[in-house]
């Protein structure tokens, strides 16, 4: 049996009709996955297919270190890692296309995404994006070809998410016109940075700027680091962080600053600059908004990270349940033939809630990319557009990371002893993506950051209405609050759904319904942090931050479910694009298992607030197990039109030898069976004597 002839495990009353079962067609859906830069992906994927890009598993560190930095040097030959930069200089000016092609980087060696990542993605693009026209001219070029293999100073021992408190300092000196950059204290040490323990010549180096007493906070220097034999300059101290838990071709390092005189024209200096007498003086008078907007500039890495993310949970989902259409396990239909592991519900129940998610994080990162493109190419750069691009990626950053994480997990528990063999890549994955959730923001600190703007943005909504407007949404608040809570709209719900399981079901594969349920979710949870956090707003800043901090966790948990409905948005609207009736109908079908199953995770919060009756609520779950007996049969249709060929999954569990094998031993069954000299079961000895 190859691995796509699949038993069909839907029940005899869904089965009646299967002469008009929906099939996958899975070139439409591989173009709708592939979305707005299809092309760009492709020619991407089609470059990692080499196998001078892949991941030699167990290489030692120096070696993969040594592998990936020629693999740098393959990818500026190429251009493939060119495509943001100006066109004067040999880009395109296409900057949601670059990210797409760089996220396909992490099907060959996550390491050399990472790396890239940080000399064009980091380095390079903050010389584009922080400095001027005379950066440009003098900096950009090196960065691009790799004569100047740059690291991205930024983070320190004792601030990483908290940038704006970073203690390195750069203080300006008049009378050689220099900034002097200096490590005041251990802490203030710049750690974890990429390509700094043995490639970097150069760095952006980010410090507090002092110009005649006067601190004006966070900015960026371009600094030398490294002589032409790649000593380090005097007062730069460089230390190796040595083996980590994963992404080992990167070599991470540290630098300390004792006195480090840099040109005052190496000041990247869009955002603030220092003229020769020391006068400080910026585009933007505010310091918070002026931090804000440098840093803004530099989204496109927690960007970059979700698409890789997606991209490594298509691989775990495409070694798990290739693998679980052709391993068997424990006789229950037949004395001969196993059972095949993916018709477990169990099994089912692991897998394709995973995989529905997975296609949710994939339309959301599409628009993620939409978005990224519009600002960073001019078509929408405003700052409402720069700020709600900051906070999407600060939110699907956050879901996506965590979602490669747990699934890569699941799927090398869902593959046995096999996820554990080097050789099927899914505990190396999961090793290298491990980082993922902390870099480029902790995770949570982003969703902090998410949970601020929903809740700036709920009290905008008020910030100019009148008595009568607040007067009447403070009642029909309070009305709500009691329909929900005192059960007036559950006793509704169960008066429409009385003695009908099917009815109630049937109202959670609706669209509005799902839409409404995670909306109403997202929305009350930020209604209620605002109103637990109103008090505090005239208090004194060390109880407002103790508040704050009381209600950390409310504050996380709503932006996650602004997250939840984020996705589920893509989702739906994804669904619009998708013309042949089959393959809509399962992607209709994936997306209410992504509902459901969120929906499902909390019901808690529906039941104690009032949003489900407790009658529709024992329906869900059994309704999650239809849809999921309706995917299995799809499931793996639905992982072959990710488009990813052997060369990119390179997992020896879907090459097809497990299917051979369990051919083989079913023959082998047949045949003794059949043989005259066959051993008698000792079990049917003791039924013959009972």
């Known amino acids: 049996m190859s691995h796509h002839q699949v038993t069909d495990p839907v029940d005899a009353h869904e089965t009646a009709d299967s002469v008009g079962e929906p099939r996958v067609d899975k070139k439409v859906m591989e173009d709708v996955l592939l979305g707005r830069f299809a092309d760009t992906r492709r020619a991407a994927r089609t470059l990692m297919k080499d196998p001078a890009f892949h991941k030699i598993e167990g290489q030692s560190k120096e070696d993969h270190r040594e592998r990936v930095f020629k693999q740098m040097h393959l990818l500026a030959e190429d251009g493939a890692v060119h495509r943001a930069f100006p066109r004067e200089f040999g880009g395109s000016d296409a900057h949601g296309a670059n990210i797409a092609a760089f996220e396909e980087l992490v099907t060959a060696d996550p390491s050399l995404q990472i790396k890239a990542g940080v000399q064009w993605g980091l380095f390079a693009a903050a010389v584009m994006h922080l400095g001027s026209e005379d950066h440009h001219r003098r900096f950009l070029p090196g960065t691009m070809d790799l004569s100047a293999p740059g690291a991205f100073a930024m983070t320190e021992f004792g601030h990483g998410s908290d940038v704006a408190a970073i203690g390195t300092t750069a203080t300006y000196d008049p009378d050689t016109e220099e900034f002097v950059l200096d490590t005041p204290f251990p802490a203030a040490t710049k750690r974890y940075l990429g390509n700094a323990a043995n490639d970097a010549k ?5 410090a507090q700027l002092i110009t005649n007493g006067v601190n004006h906070g966070v900015h960026c220097l371009y600094t030398h680091i490294r002589d032409e034999d790649g000593q380090p300059l005097e007062g730069i101290t460089i230390t190796d962080e040595g083996q980590k838990g994963g992404l080992n071709g990167v070599d991470n390092g540290c630098f300390t600053f004792e006195k480090v005189r840099v040109p005052r024209t190496n000041l990247l200096n869009r955002y603030g600059d220092v003229a020769a007498d020391g006068t ?9 908004r002026r931090f ?16 890789a993310s997606v991209a490594a949970s298509k691989l775990a989902l495409i070694g798990a349940i290739t693998y679980g259409n052709q391993r068997r396990q424990f006789n229950a239909s037949s004395t001969i033939e196993e059972e095949v592991l993916l018709d477990y519900q169990l099994h089912q129940r692991r897998l394709l809630p995973r995989l529905a998610t997975t296609f949710a994080a994939n339309f959301a990162h599409e628009n993620l990319l939409t978005k990224l493109d519009d600002v960073f190419s001019g078509k929408d750069d405003s700052d409402e557009n720069r700020q709600e691009l900051e906070t999407l990626a600060a939110a699907i950053k956050s879901v996506t990371t965590w979602h490669a ?41 982003l969703l902090q950051l998410v949970a601020k703007r929903l809740l700036s943005d709920y009290a905008a909504e008020f910030k100019d209405a009148d008595f009568g407007a607040l007067s009447r949404f403070v009642a029909n608040q309070a009305q709500s609050t009691v329909m929900n809570r005192f059960g007036l709209r559950r006793t509704f719900q169960s008066v429409q759904d009385t003695g009908d399981e099917r009815r109630s079901a049937n109202w959670f594969k609706q669209a509005e319904v799902q839409r409404q349920l995670l909306t109403e979710r997202s929305r009350q949870m930020v209604i209620d942090v605002a109103g637990e956090l109103r008090s505090a707003s005239k208090l004194p800043a060390a109880k407002q931050a103790a508040i704050f901090n009381e209600h950390q966790f409310e504050i996380i948990n709503a932006a996650k479910a602004h997250a939840d409905l984020l996705l589920w948005e893509s989702f739906t609207d994804a669904l619009e694009r998708v013309s042949d009736p089959g393959t809509k109908q399962i992607m209709t079908w994936l997306r209410d298992l992504y509902a459901l199953t969120r929906i499902e995770e909390t019901l808690d919060w529906y039941l104690l607030n009032g949003r489900i009756s407790d009658q529709r609520a024992r329906t869900l779950s059994p309704y999650i197990n239809r849809l999921l007996r309706r995917l299995r049969p799809h499931a793996q249709d639905i992982v072959d039109s990710f488009g990813y060929s052997p060369e990119h999954v390179r997992m020896e569990i ?21 043989s005259p000299t066959a051993p008698v079961d000792e079990k049917l000895l003791h039924a013959r004597r009972k």
């Open 292 to 307: 804000f907007t440098m840093l803004g500039t530099l989204v496109q890495g927690r960007v970059s990270l979700t698409g």
């Open 202 to 206: 150069d760095a952006v180096v980010f």
């Open 405 to 445: 994480l747990d699934t890569l997990q699941e799927a090398r528990e869902a593959c046995g002893g096999a996820g554990f063999i080097s050789e099927n890549r899914l505990v190396s994955l999961r090793a290298d993506l491990d980082v993922y959730a902390t870099f480029e923001g902790d995770n949570n600190v």
């Open 654 to 674: 879907t090459s097809g030898s497990e299917a051979r094998r369990q051919e083989e031993s079913m023959e082998y069954y047949r045949a003794l069976r059949a």
């Open 280 to 288: 400080y003086t910026s585009p933007i008078d505010s310091p918070g």
